[in-house]
């Protein structure tokens, strides 16, 4: 599956590529990861399949040309390798700053205004020698690392070798997370955690992609600034989401409709304004919900009962306890009995 989209996805930023609007190359030929033959695009330094380091030498003699620190194709005009940098500059560099020599393209000028040519996606201005950035309109999202353009599917960024999906930065939240599902005997259903710029969320488009806002992580200067039980509780309120998409077919039956209303109401699943999240307990405010964000709408509803079943274990009595003692409504009860009946008759199935 990854791959089919790859294909999809690579034509379609080719077709843009020709109108203009990404400076991106049109794949003439199909080029694939010697380990694991998935498909790539010249130039990337990693596969984003299997993670192996690429290099992408002259085979095709287009220049004759390689660099001699990191053997990839460099042209003999130039005076710096624009893969890695480094000064490449003999008898035959070009005095002067060119478009686009023998075996390379013009796609824009160098950021720096030298007056050379760069093409997509050279890392350094192969006149200059100093970085250059490029547009990643169109890919789905941008690496945590490096902040250049990654793809959903893929799990290695082709840019910096880094986990593309930003996991490795949640580990802990992710493992707690985890841990609670296999306990509450909720089975995995092929989610996908993501670290996005934005908000978190789950679309209905791709109910498996949760998609968690990565500033909570990558705008801490320091790992103990982060709060590992908001990301978890985070996680698992977008849990919530992608488990009611996964089963959408459940929220039609009478007794979800009764429990939880109408979750088909317009909406688009974007929690940015969550407040609930740090606590794991239930809140008194409001009777018929298990805490206030939960009134903002059925889908979140769902999603805080699904996060607050699955942070206690799925122990129906322990929290029916304690919905007694903070006076909760008949409803709140109806609402945690259904999703356990649901959870057990899905383990039925298997
Ligand atoms: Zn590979
Ligand atoms: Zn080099
Ligand atoms: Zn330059
Ligand atoms: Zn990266
Ligand atoms: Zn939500």
Redesign the pocket.
């Known amino acids: 599956m990854a791959r089919a989209s790859a294909r999809a996805r690579g034509a379609r930023r080719a077709r843009r590529a020709r109108r203009g609007r990404a400076r991106r190359e049109a794949p003439t030929q199909q080029y694939r990861c010697p380990t694991c033959r998935a498909e790539l695009e010249r130039f990337w330094a990693f596969c984003p399949d299997c993670g192996r380091r690429l290099s992408w030498p002259d085979t095709q003699k287009e220049t004759g040309v390689e660099?001699r620190?990191?053997?990839?194709m460099?042209s003999d005009r130039f005076s710096h390798?624009p893969?890695?940098?480094?000064d490449?500059a003999d008898r035959a560099s070009s005095p002067d700053p060119l478009k686009a020599p023998k075996g390379f393209k013009y796609h824009a000028r160098c950021d720096w205004g030298c007056g050379g040519g760069v093409m997509y996606p050279m890392r350094f201005c192969p006149w200059c020698g100093r970085p250059q950035r490029w547009r990643y309109d169109d890919f789905d999202n941008i690496c945590p690392r490096c902040n250049r353009g990654v793809d959903d599917w893929m799990d290695v960024c082709p840019w910096c070798g880094e986990d593309a999906t930003g996991q490795d930065l949640i580990r802990r939240a992710l493992t707690r997370a985890r841990r609670l599902l296999v306990v509450a005997r909720l089975k995995d259903w092929n989610y996908r955690v993501l670290l996005r710029p934005g908000v978190s969320g789950v679309t209905l488009r791709t109910p498996k992609v949760i998609e968690i806002e990565r500033r909570y992580v990558t705008g801490k200067r320091r790992r103990d600034e982060i709060s590992w039980n908001m990301l978890t509780g985070l996680i698992l309120h977008e849990l919530g989401h992608s488990f009611l998409s996964h089963n959408w077919s459940w929220t039609r039956t009478g007794r979800f409709r009764r429990a939880f209303g109408e979750v088909r109401k317009a909406y688009r699943v974007a929690d940015s304004k969550w407040v609930d999240l740090e606590r794991r307990g239930v809140t008194t405010t409001l009777p018929d919900f298990v805490t206030a964000y939960a009134a903002t709408h059925p889908q979140e509803d769902f999603a805080e009962t699904f996060r607050v079943y699955v942070a206690r274990r799925g122990r129906l009595r322990e929290l029916f306890a304690e919905f007694g003692r903070k006076r909760k409504g008949v409803i709140v009860f109806e609402k945690f009995l259904a999703l356990h009946d649901f959870v057990r008759s899905l383990r039925g199935w298997h």
């Open positions: 660099c620190y990191c053997r990839w460099v390798c893969w890695c940098g480094r490449i």
